[in-house]
């Protein structure tokens, strides 16, 4: 089978997961190695990941130096107003975390980038953060923030990265907040996560038409990328459902002679997600793939539709009710976070 590339994700802890479940070899080899220290943890109903990457480690799973940090409340919905805050809590929380090393006064000046197509919705939480955020600064007159949107380089025909250059050298900021949309690798992460990290970032590049990058070394200087993940490869979704099917399937049958099943007076279904499941009891029926891991059946679907010119990226029907709730939080969590930090 010929091997494939799977990094097509802005998010840092599942380019650990890919190293994680490829071989148990792989996953000793990370838990040893130096140049990648993770840490993951619950704070009431959200999941922190913690990512501090070295140079050595960059090279190891392909991501920049730096440090990482992703927000994740799985069980969010969009009327779910009590997980909400509690997200909106932990990134008002990090946000000021990663910055503990930067010292801003009321002269300062935080240069806030809203990257994206505003007239494509999945692409919109940057220009969306910045409308959100013209709005509150014009009642609290908040004078540290300057915001810009620049576009895409397909609608100004220019670099995004020149742009920004140019603004950062005109008006000098102590800091730059890129705001950006990503791609993930996992259906379960669309619109329920947040990523900050102080590597800067490549527009675009979860979804292939990676951009130039925005980044200290580029601009002189700290730039930190805040990205939420609004979409995900149509594969990724075959690869889960097919995923789930064969656990569910191959739950029920080792559960059918159980005494737990014979006590079952409806159909009987289970979140076996997380759950270590035989997949050999369902291989007479599927075949010798079925026993394959979940990333090699991901591969195979890949390889498939790589021979049709089409490729598919899948975004949530809510994306413009997720799109405003998202600008919303991280506008409302920006100005209470430069606020108690010139104050």
Known sequence: MQEINWNRTDLIDE???VV?????????QLDDSEGVRFEEFNEKRVKVTKVTVNSEGAEEIGKKEGQYITLTVPTLNIDDHDRIEQLAESFLKYIDEIHKDIELTKDSKVLVIGLGNKTITPDAIGPFTIDAMQARQLENHVEQFVLYAPGVTGQ??????????AL???IQPDLVLAIDALATRGTSRLCKTIQITNTGIHPGSGVGNQRAEISKEVLGV??????VPTVVDATVIIADAVDKVFRSIAKKIQEK???SGKLAVTAWTSDTSEEDVDFNVIRPIFGEWSTWSKAERRQLFEEVLLSNSQRLIVTPKEVDIWMTKYSTLISNCLFRWIE????
């Open 257 to 259: 002679d159980k005494p």
């Open 156 to 165: 100004t025909g220019f670099e995004t990265s020149d742009f920004v250059h």
């Open 340 to 343: 108690e930090k010139v104050n």
């Open 168 to 170: 950062t050298e005109k």
């Open 20 to 28: 994680q479940h490829q071989t148990r070899q792989q996953k000793e």
């Open 15 to 17: 380019t650990e997961e």
């Open 222 to 227: 700290p730039v930190t990328a805040i990205g």
